[in-house]
């Protein structure tokens, strides 16, 4: 499986922004489907933003539509999450995860099923505050 390291969690004041990385290692595969999830306490894992490395739009969870931006350096196998105007409700652990077996489709419509394939880095914690 893929080994990946987020960094760039913390906590910010609404309103404020958040980089978020992840460096990935071992890709295998020719292509994969690269995505951000979150974690809130008592809440249920939320895919928040998908691309796929075969091409086509990235996916957006709509809470997160017009404030979040996904993209990838390809060169240094680095994926990013740029979250701009911040929420308190955006507070979670945030995680990264990489798929080969998702289908471009499926990853860019939001539709992406985790599973055996999918590996995950370690998470890192985002709190905004109000």
């Known amino acids: 499986q893929v080994q990946l390291v987020e960094s760039g969690g913390g906590s910010a004041r609404a309103g404020g922004s958040l980089r978020l990385s992840c460096a990935a290692s071992g890709y295998t595969y020719n292509s994969y489907c690269l995505g951000w999830f979150r974690q809130a306490p008592g809440k249920e894992r939320e895919g928040v933003a998908a691309?796929?490395?075969?091409?086509?739009?990235?996916y957006f969870a709509d809470s997160v539509k017009g404030r979040f931006t996904i993209s990838q350096d390809n060169a240094k196998n680095t994926l990013f999450l740029q979250m701009n105007s911040l929420k308190p409700e955006d507070t979670a652990m945030y995680y990264c995860?990489?798929?080969?077996?998702?289908?471009?489709?499926?990853?860019?419509?939001?539709?992406?099923?985790?599973?055996?394939?999918?590996?995950w880095g370690q998470g890192t914690q985002v709190t905004v505050s109000s």
């Open positions: 691309i796929h490395t075969g091409g086509g739009r990235p």
């Open positions: 995860a990489t798929d080969p077996l998702v289908h471009p489709y499926d990853c860019y419509s939001g539709s992406w099923s985790v599973g055996e394939s999918t590996s």
